[in-house]
């Protein structure tokens, strides 16, 4: 349900670990009155005394249909909704935690602009969701959960958290999905930045802890809705947050960007001006 809400736009006025508060995202108020059970899942709007699960509240927000409903889900990797609009926790296992081999899972890198450059950041993870056997490109975050990725497949097991790349440094860039973040050290001649990737934007709060540590923060988030308004959070939050997203303007991520100009690169020198190559 954090999922849902962070891609409307909507984040927590007050949140705890069993419980976060928001304003409606159905209407206009001051005071929030939509309350979200973490464990459970379950949300409650107290102005109007309604509530339920993902499917009640895409019904009241988008006025869907059952069917609109799954048809929505099926586009999304909000793993949390799947269970939900299945009925059932998904029986999965991780069975072995590689080195990346695999040629297909090295061709979809390579397709995504990565090279060799970026697989020490990433394994190859075997695993089974009920029953069936899948592998996948693995980013792992500070809680031991994994971001998995292939050609058709995109999802994550155990804990969401966010993921950190240190290199000592008092700079930290922020990115939302793990290819932004490759594809950014792909592009420099020498990393220099510590990099914090936020891995869903329901992790922003958990983020802004971490980010209070550091002296400047380079900001290079998605070009939709969602990343402009954690974009925007955060610049009001840090007075250090810097934009960088005019550099793919024309881009949807970084990634994309990546694709754009691969053979180039970007590199920040020590007062955050960037400098392109192409």
Known sequence: ??????????????????????????????????KLNKRKNQWYLFSEGVGGNNIDFLK????????????????????????QT???????NITEVAEIQNWNL????????LTQRSFKFLKEIKFTIN?????????ENLSGGWELRNSFYKGSLLKKDISI???????????????????????????????????SISMLNKAKS??????????????????KKTNDDLISSFPNAIDYSFLYNDNKDFNEFL????????????????????
């Open 1 to 34: 349900m954090e999922e849902i809400l962070c891609s409307l736009g909507c984040f927590p006025n007050k949140e705890n670990e069993n419980e976060a508060w928001y304003l409606s995202p159905f209407g206009s108020e001051t005071k929030a009155s939509f």
């Open 60 to 83: 009241k927000y988008y006025n869907y249909s059952i069917n609109e409903i799954l048809s929505w889900a099926s586009e999304k990797s909000f793993s949390s909704f799947h269970q």
């Open 86 to 92: 299945e009925n059932e926790k998904p029986n999965y």
């Open 106 to 113: 090295k061709k979809y890198l390579f397709e995504r602009g």
């Open 131 to 139: 029953n069936k056997k899948l592998y996948a490109v693995g980013f």
């Open 165 to 199: 790349i240190k290199n000592d440094s008092d700079r930290i860039v922020v990115f939302e999905g793990f290819f932004d973040a490759l594809s950014y050290i792909e592009l420099q001649e020498d990393l220099k930045e510590d990099i914090l990737v936020l891995n």
């Open 210 to 227: 971490y980010l209070q540590n550091y002296s400047k923060i380079l900001l290079f988030l998605d070009n939709d809705p969602a990343g």
């Open 259 to 278: 694709v754009a100009v691969k053979g180039g690169f970007i590199q920040l020198d020590e007062a955050g001006r960037s400098h392109c190559f192409i």
